[in-house]
């Protein structure tokens, strides 16, 4: 409803199972007709509006694109972080607001100005392709600024350029200044929820399953080479592309995780280790499992390389570790 906080999505976590657990996943298929279901992370747009309450619905909407330069600009910061770069921006609610109200840490909200400046760079960057005059495409730029006092003063210097650049930045204005050229008002710097109500108590979501196998891997690795394949032919931009890439590649030493030799085992661990990917650390968090020391020791080894963490052959501790930071973790994509 209206009274209600709209969403943004940040990031796909992954899709539900019959067992109330969610498998890892870059992409939602939707083959057939059968009901499926993904748990998707998302970040509220509207501070002084209601949280979601339990069984909301929602309806997919068009891209908002302040939004969408603020939560794809980087991929390894936490929700809060997120959640206050976009109020910040939307309604340009103070950081003290923040912190008082939903006890956002002094390191979330640095993180958060660093995501808006990034964002606001972006957009100032995008107006090199407005073929418009060069007093035009500096009055635009304030547009694109986290500070909605500056947004205003940009809105108005546009409506005094000629009809000619003015009318160029009409879709810019209409699709970045979603209050137009107003400051918000109190009631929008007044938070419409509590930490509570965003985050009730006694809510189970589901865990992360890990792959049990090098072959449910494969299963995983091989949904990708399909979408890839879709997605050459539908022109998919490059950096999903070189992703989908990266993935691919892994699969070599995700076969030489099953081969009978310890040697050809320990050669694929350490191949693995090479690859920031989320793929590569759970075949390792298999690998950790070998009924061969030397095979161990190496997945171990590269555990430590590709995550910085130090839980040593305690596979449980490594789990536990990657059910909670799997979203979190940067990927490093292959370049070619």
Same mark, same amino acid.
């Given at each position: 409803?209206?009274?209600?906080q709209r969403l943004a999505a940040l990031r796909l976590k992954g899709k ?34 209601? *949280? ?73 960057? *995008? ?30 210097r546009i409506q005094s350029l000629h009809p000619a650049d003015r009318a ?12 137009? !050229? ?9 938070? !419409? ?49 070189k992703r989908v890439v990266t993935a691919l590649r892994l699969a070599p ?17 350490? !191949? ?65």
């Open positions: 409803g209206g009274d209600v539900l199972t019959a067992k109330g657990t969610y498998q890892r996943t870059q992409i939602i298929e939707l083959n057939d007709a059968a009901e499926q279901g993904f748990l998707v992370e998302v970040v509220c747009i509207d501070y002084h509006k209601n *949280s979601p309450p339990p069984g909301q619905s929602f309806i997919v909407g068009v891209v908002d694109l302040r939004c969408q330069r603020i939560l794809s600009a980087r991929g390894d910061l936490t929700l809060w972080a997120y959640q206050s770069a976009i109020w910040m921006d939307r309604a340009g609610v103070p950081a003290e607001k923040l912190q008082t109200t939903f006890k956002v840490s002094s390191a979330d909200i640095q993180a958060a100005k660093n995501l808006l400046l990034q964002a606001e760079q972006i957009g100032v960057a *995008s107006l090199q392709k407005v073929e418009v005059s060069a007093t035009a495409r500096t009055a635009a730029e304030g547009v694109f600024s986290a500070n909605p006092t500056v947004r205003v003063d940009a809105y108005s160029k930045l009409d879709v810019i204005l209409n699709l970045n200044l979603p209050s137009g !050229g107003r400051l918000p008002t109190q009631e929008e710097l007044l938070a !419409g929820s509590t930490l509570e109500k965003l985050l009730p108590v006694g809510i189970e979501l589901p865990v992360l399953e890990i792959p049990q196998s090098v072959d449910d891997i494969m299963v995983m690795v091989e949904s990708i080479r399909r979408f890839s394949e879709s997605a050459q032919a539908d022109g998919t931009r490059e950096d999903l592309r030493h995700l076969a030489g995780l099953k081969a009978r030799l310890p040697v050809v085992r320990i050669v694929a661990a350490q !191949g693995l280790a090479n690859f920031r990917h989320p793929i590569a650390v759970e075949a390792l968090l298999i690998a950790i499992s070998d009924e061969d020391q030397r095979v161990r020791t190496a997945a171990t080894v590269g555990l430590e390389k590709l995550t910085r963490q130090a839980f040593g052959e305690n596979k449980e501790a490594w789990i536990q570790w990657w059910q909670t930071s799997h979203s979190t973790f940067q990927i490093e994509i292959d370049g070619k």
